[in-house]
Nanobody
Framework: QVQLAESGGGLVQAGESLRLSCAAS????????MGWFRQAPGKEREFVSA????????YYADSVQGRFTIFRDIAKNTLYLQMNSLKPEDTAVYYC??????????????????WGQGTQVTVSS
């Protein structure tokens, strides 16, 4: 059974950092890419960052480029998102997602078939 378990959310002040983790289980040899998406209250879910699992190619939304870093530990089947210089507008529920499909559209949420339960990130001003 495929599962994704996120952790690391919390409440921080603007300018501080957080690291999110997402542990994947179940047929992990079939992972093509994993990503992070977020959803703020009253807004649609949006792409944050993604990484191709074996090749390690990374992709970022313009809004987080230069502040966030996505990386993975293949041996631990764990995805990370290092978030630095956090801003109040980064406040959202953050979801990790997994796709087994070899696709060039890993910034699109519809290509992901598996999702975590989400973790809340709140940045106060």
């Amino acid at each position: 059974q495929v599962q994704l378990a996120e952790s690391g959310g919390g409440l921080v002040q603007a300018g501080e950092s957080l690291r999110l983790s997402c542990a994947a289980s179940g047929r992990t040899s079939t992972i093509y890419a994993m990503g992070w998406f977020r959803q703020a209250p009253g807004k649609e879910r949006e792409f944050v960052s993604a990484i191709t699992w074996i090749a390690g190619g990374t992709y970022y939304a313009d809004s987080v480029q230069g502040r966030f870093t996505i990386f993975r530990d293949i041996a631990k089947n764990t995805l990370y998102l290092q978030m630095n210089s956090l801003k109040p507008e980064d406040t959202a529920v953050y979801y990790c997602a997994r796709t087994n499909s070899n696709t060039g559209y890993i910034h699109i949420d519809s290509v992901y078939g598996y999702w975590g339960q989400g973790t809340q990130v709140t940045v106060s001003s």
